[in-house]
């Protein structure tokens, strides 16, 4: 047994799950998810050392390349899905490479994660760049398939991530960061979608959130660059004009149909008082950031 990762381990406090009634079983798992936000406060330091691989590969054109498989891999798959329309980012920079490819995010592929080969050819499908940093995703920190990827990355002089939930993995000895996020065994042995899932999820929210923030795509505590494709985003998109800029529903309204729907040019425009093409030019000069954008203006 002390050969098996601390993911696969049995847990004592567990052993007579079956004799539990609903309500103590519900108690014991609600337990054991609250030692997870302290086993990612411990490994907040790999976090900011990621998050800074993250934006220098943005800063330089690079994509993200995410890599897993199974529950790692479905977990860096939604986080992916879900930055464009958050950030306003190119789908085609932020990718998602999961063992057994598409139909592995509703379906177990047999095999799929043991197959080393496979990895490559995937980021050989993507035309991986230097530029590129992957982010390999295993509870186990063993998978061959995501290993594989991070390896072959390295090689190919990309920055490496490695997010696992055991102390010392293969993939953390890999990876240029490796975030070790120590949950230990689950209530039902072996069941990674538990505990070490919900700190992979916490950690990979991390990484994106904080890496889009420094980017600027972020005014305040707003996501100012989301993508307005529905009502409900655009009544988000007008909240979030009227919030950071102390206007109407109705103004705000105004300015993002001046602004061709963008809340972050309709924010620059209210606070200095310009009008679309000055927004833009200020944007332009600082990077995309709202906030240096408005302080260019105001000591211009």
């Known amino acids: 047994?002390?050969?098996l990762p601390e993911t696969e381990r049995r847990n004592p406090e567990s052993?007579?799950?079956?004799?539990?009634?609903?309500?103590?079983?519900?108690?014991?798992?609600?337990?054991?998810?609250?030692?997870?936000?302290g086993a990612v406060?411990?490994?907040?330091?790999?976090?900011?050392?990621?998050?800074?691989l993250l934006v220098g590969s943005w800063r330089r054109g690079g994509r993200w390349v995410y890599v897993g498989a199974g529950t790692s891999g479905r977990l860096a798959a939604l986080d992916a899905a879900e930055l464009p329309p958050t950030f306003g980012v190119d789908p085609e920079r932020v990718v998602a490479l999961l063992a057994g490819g598409e139909q592995a995010l509703l379906h177990p592929i047999e095999g799929a994660e043991d197959d080393v080969e496979a990895a490559g050819r995937d980021l050989d499908e993507i035309g991986l760049s230097r530029r590129d940093v992957v982010v390999g995703v295993a509870a186990s920190g063993s998978t061959p398939y995501t290993?594989?990827?991070?390896?072959?990355?390295?090689?190919?002089?990309?920055a490496t991530v490695g997010i696992s939930c055991v102390p010392?993995?293969?993939?953390?000895?890999?990876a240029d960061v490796g975030i070790e996020v120590v949950t230990g065994p689950e209530i039902l042995t072996g069941s990674t979608r538990l505990k070490a899932g919900t700190a992979q999820k916490m950690v990979l929210n991390m990484?994106?959130?904080?890496?889009?923030?420094?980017?600027?795509?972020v005014y305040e505590n707003l996501m100012v660059d989301v993508q307005a494709t529905n009502e409900k985003l655009r009544r988000r998109a007008r909240r979030i004009v009227g919030e950071a800029a102390g206007v109407s529903d109705e103004e705000a309204g105004r300015l993002l149909r001046e602004a061709d729907g963008s809340a972050k040019l309709a924010v620059v425009m209210a606070l200095c008082d310009v009008g679309r093409e000055e927004a833009a030019a200020l944007l332009r000069e600082s990077g995309g950031m709202v906030r240096r954008a408005v302080e260019r203006h105001r000591t211009s």
Do not use: K, W, Y
């Not at 052993?15 to 936000?37: F, G, I, K, Y």
């Not at 290993?147 to 190919?156: G, N, P, Q, T, Y």
């Not at 010392?168 to 890999?174: I, V």
């Open 1 to 3: 047994m002390s050969d």
């Open 147 to 158: 290993v594989a990827a991070v390896r072959r990355a390295a090689e190919a002089g990309c």
């Open 15 to 37: 052993t007579h799950l079956d004799a539990l009634d609903t309500s103590a079983v519900l108690r014991l798992m609600n337990e054991a998810d609250r030692t997870v936000p």
């Open 168 to 174: 010392g993995s293969e993939l953390g000895r890999a």
């Open 207 to 217: 990484l994106s959130t904080a890496s889009f923030v420094r980017l600027g795509r």
């Open 41 to 52: 406060e411990r490994a907040l330091p790999q976090i900011a050392r990621a998050v800074e």
